[in-house]
């Protein structure tokens, strides 16, 4: 009976042990997984930003240019609004 109790329990142990390793083994590779996500995560989120960054940087220059043209048109106006003033004045 004690020989029976005995290599059942070094079975039952034997059993808990390997259940207990492949236990920890998914957990770790659940672990691992969870890690590798929110690195990817974290590298698309500096995608992101580094795109918002050159859009940013795009809109500025592109609004920069803008300005110079409305202050080239603003010019423009100027100049025919003078001309025509001037050319009302010696028609009268």
């Known amino acids: 009976m004690d020989?029976?109790?005995?290599s059942t329990t070094g079975i039952v142990a034997?059993?808990?042990?390997i259940i207990g390793a492949?236990?920890?083994k998914e957990f770790w590779k659940i672990w691992q997984r969870k890690i590798e996500l929110n690195a990817e995560s974290d590298h698309k989120s500096d995608e992101r930003l580094t795109e918002c960054?050159?859009?940013i940087e795009a809109l500025r220059v592109e609004n920069t240019n803008l300005?110079?043209?409305v202050a080239k048109l603003e010019e423009r106006l100027l100049v025919t609004t003078k001309t025509?003033?001037?050319n009302a004045k010696?028609?009268?």
């Open 67 to 69: 300005k110079v043209k």
């Open 22 to 24: 492949l236990g920890i």
């Open 53 to 55: 960054e050159n859009k």
């Open 3 to 6: 020989e029976m109790l005995t």
């Open 90 to 92: 010696k028609a009268e």
């Open 14 to 17: 034997a059993i808990v042990a």
């Open 84 to 86: 025509r003033v001037k």
